[in-house]
């Protein structure tokens, strides 16, 4: 790893030390497999999403740095992605990332009010977590999937066609879901 | 009934896997093209069928791939563009989902005609399920032979590799796509050169939309020749229209271009007409980048003639009466729908993504969406009426890529057309401090 890491004015560092397991390692190097010689720079999104899932839920700086230390680029090339695209996610988010459109298709469909609905349901604001650390709530723009609108997204998995009611069924079963612990079905590594 | 070749199949059972989608005809192009036919007569059928890219721009796919400088030596890519994040699209998700194998297929007869023997298909990353999906077609099509190196038996090698985007509407754009493969933020690149002489790292790239590529199966099935039959004009084939908004049947339609938008937004086998009964007010027809049109120039156009579903019709009588078929993304506005709102709402779209590289964008779009959200809440004047106008006019045409132009355009229609519903606005502050809807009905607004 780097040692020359300039000191990060937009979140700091925990000196935390963080590592992919060997299995998610080999499947991070057949991901860079994928790209040319000289270009495992390539890998970096999908190994972003992969890290994000499996070091913590969100990129700190320490898992930035990690991954910058995987496929050789100075730090700096990571932060300049981990900031640039929505999906990754900076600070500490919920077990459940709630992303509701907010987009034109799904406005004119009902979305404001679901969201409004989400936001006073959960007793969040947009990109708060509830204090339970279940769940988090972000606007997002078009996901494409107009046609279905209202839409959100949980963690990657779609919820269409949204009624205050789905949503009340969605968040109680999430919530007895979080209770048993189970691990999380469709993980990005497996995707690949 | 329309003739539907890309989506004919979608409804057979197991149509996803590789085994059910070969027995029903698939990989006959693709074994056809490799087996009986060079990579210039591949390209030859795709000029001749007159496939224009169905992305947005809808420039021809033949004369694209002819721009490919097959010369310099080294490899050249072809790169799929999966990003599908124009607001009111959802096509490339649904052929993804439902016959992940066509877009393969399709994948491998253009890699062929390109000379590619490494593909990228570059998803967004909301779309995990699709590719979850589409890798799996893809490692099916390894298993059977056709990827992988010697492909049915010939010397052609190809590897397909699925890549994932993170969320940025931007990395639809061709060249900031590129940026974002290579592992970069997803900034646009200046043109010249453009991808077909230097793209991704720096070698010939060609980029096409999902559908474009799906759409070269059926041309090499049926011919060039047959394929250009279909439609009107230049406008041939077919095209898939995602059709959203306050319609009772949204979707995605495969429909033969040509079709009436009259007939497409009240058949019951397309849209099934305006929901809960109530009167159009406007459409946005292909994708929020482009021109709305209120209910009478979207049905008909300023002659009089019937508007049909075309590149050429749709965008007749230029911005002054007339929009664009662009990426296919139909949205259907009620007379409840409050224009300045969605104007606003668009607005705010484009400047969170905008990828901040030129003024004109980065400030243009933040100034509009922040006087676009004083007028929405009441606080508006008259002269920001003009003021957006002129912001919009400032940025169009002035920066990298064409976002600034797809930030501009819809602001400028939605005051030519709806000019006295901002005025609305301004006039009535109480009214519509708190609405999410039109203030008052469509024909009482136009008393006004
Ligand atoms: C801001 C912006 C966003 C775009 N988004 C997409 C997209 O999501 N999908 C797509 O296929 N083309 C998109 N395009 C068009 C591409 O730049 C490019 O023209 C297209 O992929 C070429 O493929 P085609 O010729 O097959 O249409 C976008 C263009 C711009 C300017
Ligand atoms: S027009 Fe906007 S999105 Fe395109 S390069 Fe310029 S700032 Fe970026
Ligand atoms: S506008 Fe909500 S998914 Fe497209």
């Given at each position: 790893?780097?040692?020359?890491?300039?000191?990060?004015?937009?979140?700091?560092?925990?000196?935390?030390?963080?590592?992919?397991?060997?299995?998610?390692?080999?499947?991070?190097?057949?991901?860079?497999?994928?790209?040319?010689?000289?270009?495992?720079?390539?890998?970096?999104?999908?190994?972003?999403?992969?890290?994000?899932?499996?070091?913590?839920?969100?990129?700190?700086?320490?898992?930035?740095?990690?991954?910058?230390?995987?496929?050789?680029?100075?730090?700096?090339?990571?932060?300049?992605?981990?900031?640039?695209?929505?999906?990754?996610?900076?600070?500490?988010?919920?077990?459940?990332?709630?992303?509701?459109?907010?987009?034109?298709?799904?406005?004119?469909?009902?979305?404001?009010?679901?969201?409004?609905?989400?936001?006073?349901?959960?007793?969040?604001?947009?990109?708060?977590?509830?204090?339970?650390?279940?769940?988090?709530?972000?606007?997002?723009?078009?996901?494409?999937?107009?046609?279905?609108?209202?839409?959100?997204?949980?963690?990657?998995?779609?919820?269409?066609?949204?009624?205050?009611?789905?949503?009340?069924?969605?968040?109680?079963?999430?919530?007895?879901?979080?209770?048993?612990?189970?691990?999380?079905?469709?993980?990005?590594?497996?995707?690949? | 009934?329309?003739?539907?070749?890309?989506?004919?199949?979608?409804?057979?059972?197991?149509?996803?896997?590789?085994?059910?989608?070969?027995?029903?005809?698939?990989?006959?192009?693709?074994?056809?093209?490799?087996?009986?036919?060079?990579?210039?007569?591949?390209?030859?059928?795709?000029?001749?069928?007159?496939?224009?890219?169905?992305?947005?721009?809808?420039?021809?796919?033949?004369?694209?791939?002819?721009?490919?400088?097959?010369?310099?030596?080294?490899?050249?890519?072809?790169?799929?563009?999966?990003?599908?994040?124009?607001?009111?699209?959802?096509?490339?998700?649904?052929?993804?989902?439902?016959?992940?194998?066509?877009?393969?297929?399709?994948?491998?007869?253009?890699?062929?005609?390109?000379?590619?023997?490494?593909?990228y298909v570059y998803v967004r990353g909301e779309f995990k399920t699709q590719i979850g999906i589409l890798s799996k077609a893809i490692r099916e099509a390894y298993e059977n032979g056709f990827l992988g190196k010697n492909i049915l038996g010939t010397s052609y090698n190809l590897d397909i590799y699925v890549h994932s985007g993170a969320g940025a509407y931007i990395c639809g754009e061709e060249t900031a796509l590129l940026e974002s493969l290579?592992?970069?933020?997803?900034?646009?690149?200046?043109?010249?050169?453009?991808?077909?002489?230097?793209?991704?790292?720096?070698?010939?790239?060609?980029?096409?939309?999902?559908?474009?590529?799906?759409?070269?199966?059926?041309?090499?099935?049926?011919?060039?020749?047959?394929?250009?039959?279909?439609?009107?004009?230049?406008?041939?084939?077919?095209?898939?229209?995602?059709?959203?908004?306050?319609?009772?049947?949204?979707?995605?339609?495969?429909?033969?271009?040509?079709?009436?938008?009259?007939?497409?937004?009240?058949?019951?086998?397309?849209?099934?007409?305006?929901?809960g009964g109530k009167s159009l007010k406007a459409i946005v027809p292909g994708g929020s980048s482009v021109p709305i049109l209120p209910a009478n120039l979207i049905l008909k156009t300023a002659a009089g003639e019937n508007r049909l579903i075309t590149y050429e019709s749709l965008s007749d009588g230029g911005f002054v009466s007339g929009s664009m078929l662009g990426s296919g993304g139909f949205i259907v506005y009620d007379e409840n729908q409050?224009?300045?709102?969605?104007?606003?709402?668009?607005?705010?779209?484009?400047?969170?993504?905008?990828?901040?590289?030129?003024?004109?964008?980065?400030?243009?779009?933040?100034?509009?969406?922040?006087?676009?959200?004083?007028?929405?809440?009441?606080?508006?004047?008259?002269?920001?009426?003009?003021?957006?106008?002129?912001?919009?006019?400032?940025?169009?045409?002035?920066?990298?890529?064409?976002?600034?132009?797809?930030?501009?355009?819809?602001?400028?229609?939605?005051?030519?057309?709806?000019?006295?519903?901002?005025?609305?606005?301004?006039?009535?502050?109480?009214?519509?401090?708190?609405?999410?809807?039109?203030?008052?009905?469509?024909?009482?607004?136009e008393k006004v």
């Amino acid at each position: 790893m780097s040692q020359n890491i300039i000191p990060h004015h937009l979140f700091g560092k925990e000196g935390k030390e963080v590592r992919f397991s060997a299995e998610t390692l080999e499947k991070v190097n057949k991901i860079i497999s994928r790209y040319p010689e000289g270009q495992k720079k390539s890998a970096l999104l999908p190994v972003l999403h992969i890290a994000q899932e499996e070091l913590g839920g969100h990129l700190s700086v320490d898992v930035q740095d990690y991954v910058a230390s995987l496929l050789g680029i100075q730090p700096i090339e990571v932060y300049e992605v981990a900031t640039f695209y929505t999906q990754y996610y900076l600070e500490k988010v919920g077990k459940y990332v709630i992303e509701v459109c907010r987009t034109g298709p799904c406005a004119i469909c009902g979305g404001e009010d679901i969201t409004d609905y989400l936001s006073e349901k959960l007793n969040i604001k947009d990109g708060e977590t509830t204090a339970d650390g279940l769940f988090t709530l972000r606007t997002v723009e078009c996901l494409g999937a107009c046609g279905y609108a209202p839409v959100m997204q949980i963690n990657t998995e779609f919820y269409e066609f949204l009624t205050k009611e789905k949503i009340d069924k969605a968040i109680e079963e999430l919530r007895q879901k979080a209770n048993l612990d189970k691990p999380k079905e469709s993980k990005w590594v497996e995707k690949f | 009934m329309g003739r539907k070749i890309l989506t004919d199949k979608i409804v057979i059972p197991g149509i996803n896997t590789f085994e059910v989608y070969k027995n029903n005809g698939g990989y006959a192009a693709a074994t056809k093209a490799l087996k009986q036919m060079t990579p210039s007569e591949v390209t030859e059928e795709v000029k001749k069928s007159g496939l224009r890219g169905r992305g947005g721009a809808g420039f021809p796919t033949g004369m694209k791939w002819s721009f490919l400088d097959r010369t310099t030596p080294g490899p050249r890519y072809l790169v799929c563009n999966a990003d599908e994040s124009e607001p009111g699209t959802f096509k490339d998700r649904y052929l993804i989902e439902k016959i992940p194998h066509l877009l393969v297929e399709g994948l491998i007869i253009s890699s062929f005609a390109l000379g590619a023997e490494t593909t990228y298909v570059y998803v967004r990353g909301e779309f995990k399920t699709q590719i979850g999906i589409l890798s799996k077609a893809i490692r099916e099509a390894y298993e059977n032979g056709f990827l992988g190196k010697n492909i049915l038996g010939t010397s052609y090698n190809l590897d397909i590799y699925v890549h994932s985007g993170a969320g940025a509407y931007i990395c639809g754009e061709e060249t900031a796509l590129l940026e974002s493969l290579e592992g970069k933020r997803g900034n646009p690149r200046l043109k010249p050169p453009f991808p077909a002489v230097k793209g991704l790292y720096g070698r010939p790239t060609v980029v096409n939309n999902v559908e474009t590529l799906a759409a070269v199966v059926p041309i090499i099935n049926i011919g060039g020749d047959e394929y250009a039959k279909i439609g009107i004009g230049k406008s041939t084939g077919t095209k898939l229209i995602s059709a959203c908004g306050n319609i009772n049947n949204p979707g995605v339609y495969e429909i033969e271009l040509g079709l009436p938008v009259e007939t497409f937004l009240n058949s019951p086998e397309y849209c099934g007409g305006v929901k809960g009964g109530k009167s159009l007010k406007a459409i946005v027809p292909g994708g929020s980048s482009v021109p709305i049109l209120p209910a009478n120039l979207i049905l008909k156009t300023a002659a009089g003639e019937n508007r049909l579903i075309t590149y050429e019709s749709l965008s007749d009588g230029g911005f002054v009466s007339g929009s664009m078929l662009g990426s296919g993304g139909f949205i259907v506005y009620d007379e409840n729908q409050c224009i300045v709102r969605n104007t606003w709402n668009f607005t705010r779209f484009y400047h969170h993504e905008s990828c901040g590289q030129c003024s004109p964008c980065r400030e243009g779009t933040g100034w509009m969406e922040k006087v676009l959200h004083r007028l929405e809440h009441g606080e508006g004047r008259h002269k920001d009426i003009d003021l957006l106008v002129s912001v919009a006019k400032r940025i169009e045409g002035n920066t990298i890529c064409p976002l600034g132009d797809a930030a501009a355009w819809p602001v400028a229609a939605a005051i030519r057309h709806f000019r006295h519903e901002f005025e609305y606005h301004v006039e009535n502050p109480e009214i519509v401090k708190n609405h999410k809807h039109a203030p008052v009905p469509l024909k009482e607004m136009e008393k006004v």
